[in-house]
């Protein structure tokens, strides 16, 4: 079966520091991955888009990578605030179908101060 | 939320009743989303409507409808609600070229 596998239990960093999540797919051709945010009692919003053909994206203190090879998305965080607290899904959409986006199950951040 | 309105936001009902959830964006979108979020399971996919009046199963259709009669809004209905379609459920709309979703915040559905 296909399957998107985020680690559920929660990581818990130090400010400061640089928080790694990660993101395993099997079973798919994805023609891109995506990062998105989750605020308790909020819906999701796209942090961070990465195609199938590039290996590493950034964004201010974010950055992802993606290996098609391993079937792996690493999302980091660095310098990481309380404020980053929150979960955070990854998302792939596949090549067969662009129009289709499936989630995995989220990771929860806790940043302390 | 970038223009995506759900309602109701809560709702509690009881088992053998209908349901209908209204989505409503404000972006001419072409592409919806119902997606279901239960703890361990994330965001599943329900259905997804990819134009006025097309639209298309998703992972957990069983038990949901849905209709977009306009681009703006997209129902999702539980004709004879059960216990286990308790969840939280989410609307999303998007645009396949920017490969970006904008999510509603959500609505609660209780089902007794």
């Known amino acids: 079966s296909q399957k998107i596998e985020q680690n559920s239990e929660a990581l818990n960093i130090q400010e400061g520091k640089t928080a790694t999540l990660t993101c395993n797919y099997t079973n798919y051709s994805p023609a891109y991955l995506q990062w998105y945010r989750q605020d308790p009692g909020r819906g999701p919003v796209l942090l961070l888009l990465i195609r199938e053909n590039e290996k590493e994206k950034r964004k201010e203190r974010l950055k992802v990578t993606f290996d098609t090879t391993l079937k792996q998305s690493l999302f980091h965080i660095t310098a990481s605030q309380p404020a980053d607290s929150a979960t955070y899904l990854c998302?792939?959409?596949?090549?067969?179908?662009?129009?289709?986006?499936?989630f995995g199950s989220g990771t929860k951040l806790n940043v302390k101060p | 939320d970038a223009g995506i309105t759900q309602s109701p936001r809560h709702k509690v009902t009881e088992t053998g009743t209908p349901v209908t959830l209204r989505c409503h964006q404000t972006?001419?979108?072409?592409?919806m989303y119902w997606y279901r979020q239960d703890p361990g399971h994330g965001l599943r996919l329900i259905h997804y409507s990819y134009g006025v009046k097309d639209t298309d199963k998703g992972e957990v259709s069983d038990g949901y409808s849905v209709s977009r009669s306009k681009t703006e809004d997209f129902l999702l209905t539980l004709e004879s609600a059960t216990s286990s379609q308790t969840s939280v459920y989410f609307c999303?709309?998007?645009?396949?070229?920017?490969?970006?979703?904008?999510f509603g915040e959500g609505s609660r559905l209780t089902v007794l």
């Open positions: 999303a709309a998007g645009q396949s070229n920017t490969g970006e979703l904008f």
């Open positions: 972006e001419n979108h072409r592409y």
């Open positions: 998302a792939l959409v596949p090549l067969d179908n662009f129009n289709k986006f499936y």
